[in-house]
């Protein structure tokens, strides 16, 4: 039945199902603040958005015996929240955030602005699987990461530091293919220039 | 997106989260490609940016806000089969 699963998801699944507290733990760190994220993004306030975390979070145990596996745990998680939240979202009568990437306010990328003779100078480049970027590199991530406007911050997030897939996003949020690739290129371009900064 | 024969630099930067979605034409991968064999400061651009979504994948997700995670757990105490 869950062959299809992940060793790792079919260990939580059953560990869910068995009602073992360090599989909850296991789900919460993974993906606690995902969903709480995701949740944001349809609600208008923070206590809303924690209701539906609550409200999906029943759900997932009322479906948790029936769970099949057709879907990795996560795809499945964020769809339950998603529909939670969207619920909610059509009771409080706001409108879905995404239409236009709610992100125009925003700056354009810094990236945009290198001109079309200029060469990147490229001090700080490094093979994948060189030197691992310092603790005060990483805070300068974050830092970045807390700075985007939120449809980009949560974009960045799910895909780059959860490691939700192109389609899990796009479905937890609702995005167009488009949208979801342009959040998420303005997010990384911000990120790769803060660090850029940072190493100059 | 229609590109003419050759890509600009700033085509590159503007491109490059679909090469890396492996969402581009054939035609346009074809030209990013061409272009990275020629011009190293836009193969330090994508190495650039290879890092930087290696280095925010090493980064701890978020933890719950305490009280809430207080309230997941006792529901699931709650529904416990045991
Ligand atoms: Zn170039």
Redesign the interface.
């Given at each position: 039945m869950e062959e299809l699963l992940s060793p790792e998801d079919a260990r939580l699944v059953e560990g869910l199902r068995n009602g073992d507290e360090a599989a909850f733990r296991g789900v919460m760190r993974e993906y606690g603040s995902a969903m709480l994220r995701v949740a944001q993004m349809y609600v208008s306030s923070r206590a809303v958005a924690e209701e539906v975390v609550q409200e999906a979070w029943l759900g997932v145990l009322k479906g948790i015996g029936r769970f099949e596996g057709r879907s990795s745990l996560k795809t499945w998680l964020f769809r339950i929240v998603a529909n939670t939240a969207k619920t909610r979202g059509v009771r409080e009568a706001r409108s879905i955030p995404f239409s236009a990437l709610g992100d125009d306010e925003d700056a354009v990328d810094p990236d945009r602005f290198l001109g079309p003779e200029e060469r990147f100078p490229g001090h700080w480049a490094q093979p994948p699987e060189g030197r691992v970027l310092g603790a005060e590199a990483m805070h300068v991530i974050e830092r970045a990461i807390e700075r985007l406007p939120p449809a980009q911050r949560t974009v960045i997030t799910l895909r780059d530091l959860h490691g939700l897939s192109a389609e899990e996003v796009r479905n937890a949020l609702d995005l167009t293919e488009t949208n979801q690739r342009v959040l998420l290129h303005r997010a990384r371009a911000k990120v790769r220039s803060a660090l850029e900064e940072y190493m100059r | 997106m229609r590109l003419d024969r050759e890509l600009?630099?700033?085509d590159i930067?503007?491109l490059?989260?679909?090469y890396l979605?492996h969402?581009l034409p054939p035609g346009d991968r074809e030209r990013f490609e061409e272009h990275l064999v020629f011009?190293?400061?836009?193969?330090?651009?994508l190495?650039?940016?290879?890092?930087?979504?290696?280095?925010?994948?090493?980064?701890e997700?978020?933890?719950?806000?305490a009280e809430?995670?207080a309230?997941?757990?006792e529901?699931?105490?709650g529904?416990?089969?045991?």
């Amino acid at each position: 039945m869950e062959e299809l699963l992940s060793p790792e998801d079919a260990r939580l699944v059953e560990g869910l199902r068995n009602g073992d507290e360090a599989a909850f733990r296991g789900v919460m760190r993974e993906y606690g603040s995902a969903m709480l994220r995701v949740a944001q993004m349809y609600v208008s306030s923070r206590a809303v958005a924690e209701e539906v975390v609550q409200e999906a979070w029943l759900g997932v145990l009322k479906g948790i015996g029936r769970f099949e596996g057709r879907s990795s745990l996560k795809t499945w998680l964020f769809r339950i929240v998603a529909n939670t939240a969207k619920t909610r979202g059509v009771r409080e009568a706001r409108s879905i955030p995404f239409s236009a990437l709610g992100d125009d306010e925003d700056a354009v990328d810094p990236d945009r602005f290198l001109g079309p003779e200029e060469r990147f100078p490229g001090h700080w480049a490094q093979p994948p699987e060189g030197r691992v970027l310092g603790a005060e590199a990483m805070h300068v991530i974050e830092r970045a990461i807390e700075r985007l406007p939120p449809a980009q911050r949560t974009v960045i997030t799910l895909r780059d530091l959860h490691g939700l897939s192109a389609e899990e996003v796009r479905n937890a949020l609702d995005l167009t293919e488009t949208n979801q690739r342009v959040l998420l290129h303005r997010a990384r371009a911000k990120v790769r220039s803060a660090l850029e900064e940072y190493m100059r | 997106m229609r590109l003419d024969r050759e890509l600009a630099c700033r085509d590159i930067v503007e491109l490059v989260t679909g090469y890396l979605e492996h969402a581009l034409p054939p035609g346009d991968r074809e030209r990013f490609e061409e272009h990275l064999v020629f011009c190293d400061g836009c193969g330090t651009y994508l190495d650039q940016m290879r890092a930087t979504i290696a280095a925010t994948g090493r980064l701890e997700p978020a933890a719950l806000p305490a009280e809430l995670e207080a309230r997941l757990l006792e529901a699931f105490r709650g529904w416990r089969p045991a």
